[in-house]
Each structure stands twice: as structure tokens, then as C-alpha cells.
């Protein structure tokens, strides 16, 4: 089969409550949202339809199990369950070809990656649950009309900036990229958002510093690990900050003045991203803060207070405090993440440790490193190792590259190379110089 000249692309994104629209020829009313817009009201509902069939059948066979995949010939779905009464169903047109002597158009129905589908509408979920609450929260302290109209003006921005097309390993692993430091820097930085800490903690108590980016490094956080993860995917893949910083189609939220959480291009800017009578609100450990984020250059430092001290928060008086040690905190960032990079240009490799969610990868993340074939390589073998199938895996591609892939205990490791004169002995040298020089610690016999 040649290769694929229609890639995968979306189908239909629906949210869904299963407890409405019980009366016959009233069941659109579970329809809570729906993507794109211009497929009617009929199809939208025998959509939902089809997705509460299918759960309700397969549930005979896994009870505590719910239906998390659908494939057919057209498309594949991911279907999430994230709080009673509430589904969300994600569909993709699955990638087609041209086979056989008749040119005849086909579907290819192994392009999807299942993995990747369910990360990319968990992160969905968690993001409009993180500005906004819980559906069911939030239906029960308005209506589910106004609910309608909340999901339409999130998610619908949100959704529409994902390339279907371009969903790859990056996805899958949802990682968090680290900045190293050694001990003397660490401390100095740490001691900086400290002291701001301290001197607004004496008056306001609920005060406190969240994370520090270095462009698209993380350098500290001070919150729970899927906190940190779903601010940074936030800051990384929406607002854009570190290297895609003055990227046009980079969006921030805010609340408007009904203190609804809406998106907006981001501006370019030094100080605080959102002024203080704009400040969204983030639902961490089940009750919202506002959330303050300051950019200077190439540092990001992110803040939050309870919404009660925020009026008595003195932003002129905090922005002074942060400026007054920035150029030394930027100068030293800045000469660390240089050093990062010289040892990055080495290797194409990408490693993943589960435990901590450090993810490291010279490999811009829909880079021209990965093409078609390497990026489904990748998500099989990923796959495989999250099944439990191998550990380590070795693959020779079409192109003449070397893909070597080892999974120990919570870590993943993936480097390849282009030598396509070499044998599998000597790549397998390769991989040991590697992993002995720059891994030693991690990938032991």
C-alpha cells in the first residue's frame, strides 16, 4: 500500500450527559456539546446514539471496564467516561491510500494510535476542568443551557488548534521537559522565589509561587504532579512560551467581565501576562485560585492566590520584587540551557521516565526527525511496551534507520540513527557508548 494521501483528520468531538433526553424524540437534549458545528442535529444524535450502544453492550462482557475504543473501516473513536452521567466521544477519519491496479481509494484502518487518542481527549477534559470546574458542578450551580454555552466558547477555540494529523510519541508520553541545574544554582533560584514567597505570605497567607519556566523547561514547581503537568501542557502547547514564544496562533485565558473563563490571542509582552482584573481562576485540589503568571524574557514564573486576598494583592509591589534579581536569574538559565543543547545536538534519542514525567528529546515534537514511518514505528513500540509485550526492541525501517528502544522499570528510551551501512552488532555499540556516556545511571545490566 502506498503511502497515505488523506491523512487522519477529525470526524466529530462530543460531550454528552446520559441522564438527559430519556423521552423519546427529546434525545438531542444530551448533546452538551458538538464539533463541528456543521453536521446537523439528526446525525449529532445518532452519533451520541451509537457511543451509548456501544457501551452498553460491551459492558455485558467487562463491567468495570467501560468501552474506551471503537474501529471501524472510516474511523477510529476514544470514548471518556471523566465523571458520572458525562462522556466525551473522540472521532477521527482514519487515513486513506490508493491500492491496486484501479487506483481505488481506501481506508488504512492501523494509521491510529489508540494511546495518543485517549491522551489527547484526557487533556481536553483536564484542561476545561482546571479553568472551569466540573461539568456536573457546574450544571448544578447554573443549568445545563448555560453549560452549553460554556463548553462552546472553550472548548471549541481549544479543539480547533489540534492537528489531528500531527499527534505522535510526544503525545502519548505527556511529558514534562526539566532544566538541569546543579546544586549552588538551584539553591540561588529557590532562595529568590522564596523570599518573594515570604513577603507576600505575612499578609496574605493563601500566596504562593506555583512553577518557574525557563522557555519550555521546567525549572521548580511547588504543586501536585498532574497539577504541574496540565499548567505546563497549558503554557507550553497553548500560550506558546519557549521557543514557539512569538508564535501567532498562541492563546491565553482570562475571565472576562462575568468572570467567565474565555481564550484570546496572547500579546507580546514583558511583565504580567493578564492584568489583574482579568486573572483567570484554576481549580487546584478541588477549589479555584487565581492564577498570576509574570514572563521576563525567556523566564516565566507563575503564581497563585485565593480569589478573597487577591484584591488586597499589590501588583505594583510584586512585579518590583521579581524584576529587582531577574538579570541574574536569566543569565544563568540562559548559559544552562546552551549547555543542554550542545549535549542534545548528539544524539537523536527521546527518554521518558513514568515516575517523575521527565521527558528529554533534542526532537522538536512534529519535527521532520519523525516522519510517517518513524512516528508509527514509535507509537507501536511504545504501545507494545505499555502492554507489557517486550523491553527492548530493535527495527531497521524502510529509509535504512535504526530505531533502538529499551523500557526499564518506569523508563523509556528511544535513539535513532541513520548509518545505514551499519550492522545491528554495531548499532547495538552504539546504543551501549550511548546509554554508558550520557545514561549510565539509567540503563544498567
Known amino acids: 500500500m502506498s503511502v497515505p494521501i488523506v491523512e487522519t483528520s477529525l470526524h466529530y468531538f462530543v ?44 459492558k455485558q ?24 452521567d458525562i462522556w466525551m466521544v473522540l472521532s477521527v477519519f482514519n487515513p486513506t ?33 482546571t479553568f472551569n470546574g466540573s461539568i456536573m458542578s457546574l450544571a448544578s450551580k447554573t443549568s445545563y443551557d448555560n453549560v452549553r454555552k460554556r463548553l462552546e466558547s472553550f472548548i471549541k477555540p481549544y479543539i480547533q488548534q489540534i492537528q489531528f494529523d500531527q499527534l505522535d510519541l510526544f503525545t502519548s508520553l505527556d511529558g514534562i521537559k526539566f532544566l538541569p541545574l546543579n546544586k549552588n544554582v538551584y539553591l540561588t533560584i529557590f532562595g529568590y522565589i522564596n523570599s518573594v514567597d515570604l513577603h507576600f505570605q505575612s499578609t496574605l497567607s493563601s500566596f504562593r509561587f506555583g512553577l518557574v519556566l525557563y522557555k519550555d523547561n521546567l525549572i521548580l514547581s511547588s504543586l501536585e504532579q498532574n497539577e504541574t503537568r496540565i499548567l505546563y501542557n497549558y ?17 491565553i485565558v482570562k475571565n ?29 485540589g478541588g477549589k479555584p485560585q487565581a ?30 520584587s521579581l524584576v529587582q534579581n531577574f538579570e541574574f536569574v536569566n543569565l544563568t538559565l540562559e548559559q544552562h540551557y546552551a549547555k543542554k543543547a550542545n549535549f542534545d545536538e548528539q544524539y537523536k ?53 535504526w530505531i533502538v528502544a529499551k523500557k526499564i522499570d518506569f523508563r523509556e528510551f528511544y535513539i535513532m540513527f541513520d548509518n545505514k551501512n551499519s550492522s545491528i552488532l554495531e548499532i547495538n555499540e552504539e546504543v551501549k557508548n550511548a546509554t554508558t556516556k550520557f545514561f549510565k545511571f539509567l540503563f544498567t545490566d
Open 15 to 58: 460531550i454528552y450527559c446520559s441522564k438527559l433526553g430519556q423521552k423519546e424524540g427529546t434525545e438531542h437534549e444530551k448533546i452538551l456539546f458538538f464539533y463541528p458545528p456543521t453536521i446537523n442535529i439528526g446525525e449529532q444524535t445518532n452519533s451520541v446514539g451509537i457511543s451509548e450502544a456501544y457501551v452498553l453492550f460491551t
Open 61 to 84: 462482557f467487562s463491567p468495570g471496564q467501560p468501552c474506551e475504543f471503537i474501529h471501524t473501516k472510516r474511523s477510529t473513536l476514544a470514548l471518556l467516561n471523566p465523571e458520572e
Open 97 to 129: 491510500g490508493i491500492t491496486g491496479k484501479d487506483n481505488k481509494r481506501e481506508y488504512i484502518e492501523d494509521e491510529v494510535d489508540d494511546i495518543i487518542l485517549m491522551k489527547t481527549i484526557q487533556q481536553i477534559y483536564q484542561t476545561w476542568q
Open 235 to 251: 503554557l507550553i502547547n497553548m500560550v506558546k512560551v519557549g521557543p514557539d514564544i512569538n508564535s501567532s496562533n498562541s492563546m
Open 256 to 284: 472576562n467581565s462575568n468572570n467567565i473563563p474565555i481564550w484570546q490571542t496572547k500579546g507580546v509582552r514583558t511583565g504580567f501576562m493578564i492584568q489583574k482584573d482579568s486573572l483567570p481562576m484554576v481549580w487546584l
Open 291 to 320: 492564577m498570576i503568571v509574570y514572563e521576563q524574557k525567556d523566564t516565566f514564573l507563575l503564581f497563585l492566590i485565593d480569589p478573597s486576598d487577591l484584591p488586597q494583592l499589590p501588583f505594583e509591589d510584586l512585579s518590583a
Open 349 to 401: 534519542y527521546i527518554y521518558f521516565n513514568q515516575m517523575n514525567l521527565a521527558i528529554r528529546s533534542p526532537i522538536k515534537p512534529k519535527g521532520p526527525e519523525l516522519n510517517k514511518e518513524t512516528m508509527k514505528l514509535l507509537n507501536e513500540i511504545h504501545a507494545d511496551f505499555e502492554g507489557g509485550l517486550s523491553s527492548e526492541i530493535i527495527v531497521k525501517t524502510q529509509q535504512d534507520r
